[in-house]
């Protein structure tokens, strides 16, 4: 009797560590590229400012998932290299971020907002075509035999409206990320292999 007693209490021990410490855990889901990030924010935590100036510019959207984003800087040279380091830490956030569909054109979208309401970065999943001059660089590429992935992404930031174009190649187990300016000048050759 004693040894089931025994046994009981150190079962229920067990029970009570993992659900505590899955409690203490921040919730998060995976991205397709295999990362984790955290589960999205309220948007009642964002601040009007953001949020309104978001909703001037995309008054219809779906699917949106808000995010704190702890930093970010306009001045990188190379700024169009997104690398999302969401967190759901609620001290100070620099910046949010929100992922949403557009009902203009039903295209996935990323924005990056300032706390007081500016909008910094906007990148957008887009299928064909692309820019001639991005895809006759691209025609005349050392890539131009491997394989195009269908996931391609313009982005812009808005301080200068520039605009960039990430594909995604691939030949066997090489997989490289290529942007492009919008008149076809390759910026950056990624190796992601």
Not at 38 to 62: A, C, H, L, N
Not at 139 to 164: F, G, H, P
């Amino acid at each position: 009797m004693k040894a089931i007693t025994m046994k009981m209490l150190a079962s229920c021990a067990l029970v009570a560590m993992l659900v505590v410490n899955s409690f203490a855990q921040s919730p998060m889901t995976s991205t397709k590229e295999g990362g984790k990030k955290p589960t999205g924010i309220d948007r009642k935590t964002v601040p009007t400012e953001v949020t309104d100036t978001y909703v001037r510019e995309y008054p219809s959207t779906t699917y949106e998932t808000w995010y704190y984003y702890p930093g970010y800087s306009d001045t990188d040279e190379e700024w169009y290299i997104y690398t999302p380091s969401y967190t759901t830490v609620t001290d100070m956030p620099g910046y949010y971020v929100v992922e949403f569909t557009s009902s203009k054109d039903n295209m996935p979208y990323t924005a990056i907002y300032s706390k007081e309401g500016k909008k910094m970065r906007t990148y957008r999943s887009i299928g064909d075509p692309l820019p001639k001059a991005v895809t006759d660089a691209f025609n005349k590429s050392t890539y131009k035999s491997w394989t195009l992935k269908k996931d391609k992404e313009e982005m812009w930031r808005d301080s200068d409206k520039k605009k960039v174009y990430k594909l995604t190649v691939e030949r066997g187990k090489e997989k490289h990320l290529l942007y492009y300016q919008e008149d076809g000048k390759l910026l950056k050759d990624k190796d992601r292999s």
